[in-house]
């Protein structure tokens, strides 16, 4: 005799295969039915990630994508003069770089590229918070945005020598007489060779060769290079040697900024970085060898690696194991419930309140305040007050109570494949379209208990479900293990 | 920047005699899965907390009820501009601008004196519940904020396993609740508190609820999906899912007590430590807390008294741990505070104001079982653009009297491999 609750199979509701559903998961902020059906018309999993990565970089598209915050376009002075002379603070205008993040995750088609962008902000993290370098913030972004599936070594130059790089970490200040080793750090420590790899030595060093890369602070904020504040002289970082004889240093720093990110140590630190986001917290040493391989012999290249990742076994058989953080937590949120979020015209419209529900799971988008950046690893997400917190967001989502302007939720009608329908072939319906995945007993079980139904009911269009419980039933997906996972 | 509240009209369980029977039912499904200690986060700043035997009651516990602590001041702070070794005329000679002037200096001995800033804690200093330990670190010098913090909080050199001191901690207490161990302040769990142990945390006592399980769900039927769906997890999320619905209800104690973050310093710290007193206040089975409190990290701009970071991130400090005395009342007389920092700051200034990454700094403990005073041993400093403030004390030795003092657990276990040395901050050790 079947079980009460073997599932229900409602077959017209598409879903993609395991491993397709896995990589789409990976890297994408949450699967939609476009986005089901994009990897379906591409021929499948690799094929649609193949294609998302052959796709040349555009950055007038780019720029356009959920332009909704004209401040953005703001130069650094005349944010900052805004901000003294009382208008509009530096924070409300870098909490508007984390709305556009976030929304630009919900909605671009551009999954994988989204996905990089957000991996290359936090390895190179400079946080959107605090006056200095916020004012410059909006700018390094679109830097990282430009390099996101390009060569590490032109992200490395690029970054480390933008203003919001060098005021984050006070080489805008830095001088001869006593260079300022928090930059000179943190790029040895924290975005190239790694802890282990760098002696206190070349920490200095890598201050010296890093003077003279300057920022007006707090007047013009105009950056410039000052060959009088260059340390000159003779520099060893690691097997790095130069002369350095020359004021200006600028050519001096590109070539060590290469150098370094065509290091072995630091190859194996993105690879390991890289194998950590997209296969799993505890990444095999031979994964991160093979994939820091492929690194080097395509000269700090991305795209081969990540090409690579996916075709691993490793990669293959972690399948759910990626604990979502809080940010992609909220847009993979909107993103199951199929909300449409528009243009916000006020505060309290979906584009600009998101933010808040992202801090309140836990964190909203470029925020960490250290410089190391988000953990990659889920243990320190995975705390109890992230529970409370996620639950909380998801249920005010799943009843559309908040927000409830600048978007679009869906009635229960919509969500109904079709009426009456036997309750158990709904749950399978929504599985399909949230989870992307077919349902199963447990999940079955959980609904009837959330809504006190049982498998075989019939579903009308005036059962109480679809009057008024129907926020209880979407709250069993949202809060199910396998919404939290990617 | 405010934080405007989340408005999902879920109502207010807690004060509605129909959650009860969903209460009970929790308890009664949950106990026993294996939740215990208490996170929560406000801002930058982080509170986690972990707590004795949490059984049928709320109270009795066999550490008499003693609570420790661990204030976390992240970014290497500046023990010489905290805790000011005026006696030590490098200090002087290397500080050219930052340095703190000896007649400004408060409760001065003939070498130490505290920052002005730190004002605040004076009425604790005078009654010998205040104390400095100079020279506190890790053993072998490491500038890494990152790896230091890691070492600092796992306190096990040589293990690879990722277990928090404070989670061991919690492995010798008795009782399994999630709330023995409680974080305050981010929405991680910190690096101390991490391990096999539950801990519990949330971001305001306010916020402690399952959304759902409210007055309109009267048959509990949220609650009992959300059990189905998270029993059988085995990955650390499913952990925190069975933390969190096991402790929200013994909670209940603490939301009931009032809320004074009125009386602290309108920032992050003080409402963390805020939270942190209401709940202690509650008296519902912790026993340990972790508070981050971070932006300590002062390349440039660590000033002067007249103006910088030092100044107000002292200031900040000082008064977020007076007020959290004053507020925490009678129970004051079991909660022992004591900071950590994971390295301190080079002895000369550098060209913006400010200091790069140095060794040694200073410990502040204060409330139960403190021995007030000026402790630690000090080597004089030198001058160099490379000196450092050598550690004399291991920053173990300092935490195992607070652990020895206040609780059953054995320093050896809890710092494993580690020989610990008289320090004599604490009463009795």
Known sequence: ?486 | MSTPELTAPTGSGASCGCAEYAAVSRRGLLRGMGAAALTWSVGSAVVSAAGPALAATTTSTATDGSVVVVLSLRGAADGLSLVVPHGDPAYYAARPRIAVPAEKLLVPDGFFGLHPSLAPLLPLWRAGRLAGVHGTGLPVVNRSHFAAMEAVEDAAPGSTERVGWLNRLLGELPGSSPLQGLAAGRAEVPTSLFGPEPVMGFRSLERTRIAGDDKWDPNGTRVRSLERMWKRSSDPMGRAFRSAMAAVDDLEPARAQADRSAAYPDDDLGRALASVARTLRGDVGVSLVTVDHGDWDMHTDLGTLGWGRMRREAESLASGIAAFFDDLGSVADRVTLVTVSEFGRRVAENANHGLDHGWGTVMLLAGAGVRGGYHGSWTPLGTSLDADVPVTTDYRSVLAEVVAARTPASPTVVFPGFQRERVGAMLGQ
């Open chain 1, 1 to 486: 005799m079947p079980s009460p609750y073997a599932p229900g199979r409602y077959r017209a509701t598409p879903t993609l295969g395991g491993g397709a559903r896995h990589l789409a998961l990976r890297f994408s902020y949450g699967l939609t039915p476009e986005l089901v059906s994009a990897v379906k018309g591409a021929g499948g999993g690799l094929a649609w990630f193949d294609a998302q990565l052959d796709r040349p970089y555009d950055a007038t598209a780019d720029a356009s994508l959920c332009d909704w915050w004209p401040d953005l376009h703001l130069d650094a002075a005349t944010i900052w003069q805004r901000q003294v002379s009382g208008g509009r603070g530096t924070w409300e205008v870098m909490a508007d770089y984390a709305r556009r993040l976030l929304v630009r995750r919900m909605t671009s088609p551009h999954q994988v590229h989204e996905v990089m962008t957000d991996f290359w902000e936090s390895h190179l993290h400079v946080p959107a918070n605090g006056d200095s370098q916020g004012v410059w913030r909006a700018s390094y972004g679109d830097v990282v945005r430009r390099h996101a599936l390009g060569r590490f070594d032109e992200l490395l130059v690029e970054a480390v020598t933008h203003p919001a790089m060098l005021i984050f970490l006070d080489n805008a200040t830095s001088t001869k007489s006593h260079p300022n080793e928090n930059l000179g750090r943190e790029l040895l420590e924290l975005h190239t060779v790694g802890v282990g790899a760098h002696t206190e030595a070349d920490v200095k060093a890598s201050a010296r060769i890093l003077t003279g890369w300057r920022v007006d602070l707090w007047r013009t904020w105009e950056a410039s290079y000052s060959p009088q504040d260059h340390w000159t002289g003779p520099v060893a970082v690691g097997d790095f040697r130069d002369a350095n004889s020359d004021p200006d240093g600028r050519r001096l720093t590109r070539r060590y900024l290469r150098h370094l990110a065509h290091h072995p140590a630091t190859a194996r630190r993105i690879a390991r970085k890289l194998a950590t986001k997209f296969i799993s917290d505890t990444p095999s040493e031979q994964v991160v060898d093979e994939l820091a391989e492929v690194y080097l012999a395509h000269d700090t290249a991305v795209v081969p690696v990540l090409r690579a990742l996916v075709r691993t076994q490793e990669f293959r058989k972690a399948k759910g194991q990626k604990l979502r953080d809080p940010a992609e937590d909220v847009v993979a949120s909107y993103r199951a419930l199929g909300a449409e979020v528009v243009a916000p015209r006020a505060d309290d419209h979906a584009a600009n309140a998101v933010l808040w529900q992202s801090d309140a799971v836990g964190m909203r988008p470029a925020a960490w305040p250290r410089p190391d950046g988000p953990p990659l690893h889920g243990d320190p997400w995975a705390s109890p007050s992230r529970a409370l917190a996620s639950m909380e967001v998801h249920w005010s989502l799943a009843g559309g109570w908040w927000p409830k302007k600048g978007v679009t939720w869906q009635s229960p009608q919509q969500w109904a494949p079709e009426l009456p329908i036997e309750f158990r072939d709904l749950v399978d319906h929504l599985s399909r379209a949230v989870h992307g995945r077919r349902s199963s007993r447990q999940l079955l079980r959980a609904a009837c208990d959330a809504v006190e139904t049982r498998p075989g009911e019939r579903i009308t269009g005036d059962h109480r479900l679809m009057a008024w419980q129907f926020n209880r039933l979407l709250g069993v997906l949202l809060d199910h293990p396998h919404h939290y996972h990617r």
